[in-house]
């Protein structure tokens, strides 16, 4: 019987196989950002290329193809039985991935699988993810991992759901319930999805909370994409936007209709890391409550199953102080 090994990256995918016994299989979808309709196989995979890609269509097919095999991969393990562990963090793109990966898995009536899903190491000061850790320190975990429950599918299967859905109710009253639960079926979940609830323009401003981080850096000085990110970073509990992710939120910061920064360079500004980012005046009246966000820019995101735009039927918002979606 193979092992099939599950992770949520290169940097951890890679040192991971140093060491195990058996393939790694990477899942690395940024799915708190962009469509996350309910739709499955081959119109999923072309929705998320669509996003991923963007206007690229050579890398389009690629990711497509990409996401489609991953899947395979892990559909014909379960299929043939074989052992299969699944390496997770306690961030938000880790726990998304983990209850997606969870529902497959589920569908596919897999009987061998294996969690490992951790949020510290010993030693480390600040954990952010297993790709800090070494392969020697990877292999320390193998021990600890714990079979799959009945009870971690079944949550899984509706949080992924709830969160593919047109409603984000159901989400919503999810993330309280589980944070207020005692018995914590998969412990970093109920944290998870209230960081992504965050995501949801604000009552306050309009700002999702990585917008709200960004211009709050930005209110002394200017300061490069790199070192943004990094200062922003800095008030993450549980960090989880890659730099290329964080960049583009900025970059449509810029673009707006009204820009509430200005970034210097050339204006595709593929990576922000040695270009300078300031804070315009709008911006300003925006972090400090005397405009709004979307009332000056309009709006059109998804979060998960949730279009938001302009026109749409309900505008929900995040009030952080209440911890609840309003509209």
């Known amino acids: 019987m193979s092992t099939l090994h599950i992770t949520n990256g290169s940097c951890a995918g890679d040192k991971l196989k140093t060491f195990v016994d058996g393939p790694v299989v990477l899942t690395m979808d940024v799915l708190h950002d962009g469509p996350a309709p309910e739709v499955d196989d081959a119109e999923w995979y072309a929705l998320r290329a669509r996003f991923l890609a963007s206007d690229d269509t050579a890398n389009f097919e690629a990711i497509r193809g990409g996401l489609a095999q991953t899947d395979r991969t892990i559909a014909d393990a379960a299929a043939r039985g074989d052992d299969i562990v699944l390496w997770f963090e306690h961030d938000l793109f880790d726990q998304l991935l983990l209850i997606r990966t969870l529902d497959r898995l589920a569908r596919a009536n897999a009987q061998t699988a294996t969690l490992i899903c951790i949020d510290r190491f010993p030693g480390v000061t600040r954990f952010i993810g297993l790709g800090q850790l070494e392969p020697v320190e990877l292999a320390t975990l193998l021990p600890s991992r ?182």
């Open 146 to 327: 714990r079979p799959v429950t009945s009870n971690q599918y079944a949550l899984a299967s509706a949080a992924w759901h709830a969160f593919r859905s047109s409603d984000p109710r159901p989400l919503a009253d999810l993330a309280v319930r589980l944070n207020a639960a005692s018995d914590r079926v998969l412990p970093f979940l109920g944290d998870a999805l209230v960081r992504f609830l965050a995501e949801y323009p604000s009552v306050e401003n309009g700002l999702t909370h990585t917008e709200l981080l960004a211009l709050s850096a930005l209110a002394e000085r200017p300061l490069a994409g790199g070192a943004l990110f990094a200062a922003t970073q800095q008030h993450e509990p549980r960090p989880f936007i890659g730099d290329s992710t964080f960049f583009d939120a900025v970059a449509a910061l810029a673009r707006a209709r009204v820009p509430l920064v200005s970034i210097d360079g050339p204006p595709e500004w593929v990576d922000l890391r040695r270009h300078t980012v300031a804070m315009s005046d709008a911006g300003r009246d925006v972090l400090d409550g005397r405009l709004d966000r979307v009332a000056l820019n309009g709006i059109d995101m998804w979060r998960g199953g949730v279009h938001l735009r302009d026109g749409g039927e309900r505008l929900w918002r995040w009030d952080a102080g209440r911890q609840r979606l309003v509209s």
